[in-house]
């Protein structure tokens, strides 16, 4: 315990966190494999209206989102070696999976439940008539909740990692699953209308979803994330109207 004390916080900062950070990398790479790898596959059944391949799309979620999550990963596991302030024990390798895990089902069941209700909507695939101005709608909304209240909360506890443990820590594993569980809930509340964009106006792209990533990613680690969230409103607005020109052409 004398030789633990005796390393510099960087360095103890460092092994805490490095080996976590390079297994959600790990996690994320092979998500992003998976997303490439059936991303054809998906997009011909539901050219078909075919709902199938739903553990591609909830892997989908997964990839998109987990970047975003690592720096709150990381505050969780460095504080699971705590101990009355002091790092006294090895981290939890355990807890910090226990914590992870309802991010994975919450974002996991979302994409899947948003998949086949716009499914059933017939809001994927050709768009005829007046239908083809749900995508501008989409953006739209997208930006105008970029201002609302609901997601300033939630934006607020998803940017600050370790103001969000202190103020929701619950020991042992059973609380780690409680917390996973409400930082899932406020990320799904933060980034939700994010996931309708891409399935709607985003035709479920690769290169729409390494683009929403990093808005995501941008706006939750932003020094000031409510100018950032402002401008991100502002750019799907516009984004929105040219889609809306686009659908009164189109008819």
Known sequence: ?????????????????????????VLLAAAWYVTWSTSEFAMSFLAMGVPTETFGFGVMMVAMMLPAALPMILAFHAMTRLE??????????????????????????????????????????P?????????????????LYQVSRPKEVC??????PMGFVLRHWHSGRTGAVRMGLRHAGYCLGCCWLFMIVLFVAG????????????????????TKPQAVARCIAALLVVLGAIALVQGYLAI
């Open 155 to 160: 934006l607020t506890q998803c940017q600050s």
């Open 127 to 143: 768009l005829v008539g007046l239908v083809v101005f749900i995508p501008a709608a989409t953006l739209i909304a997208a930006g």
């Open 203 to 222: 035709s479920m792209s690769l290169l729409w979803m390494g683009l929403l990533s990093g808005v995501i990613f941008v706006e939750k680690v932003a």
């Open 1 to 25: 315990m004398a030789a633990e004390d005796s390393v510099s916080p960087p360095d103890l900062l460092r092994r805490i966190t490095v080996p976590i950070a390079g297994a959600v990398v």
């Open 84 to 125: 009355a302030g002091r790092p006294a024990k090895p981290a939890d390798a355990i807890a910090t999976a226990l914590f992870i895990l309802p991010y994975f089902l919450l974002w996991g069941g979302f994409g899947v439940l948003a998949l086949a209700g716009l499914m059933a909507l017939g809001l994927l695939g």
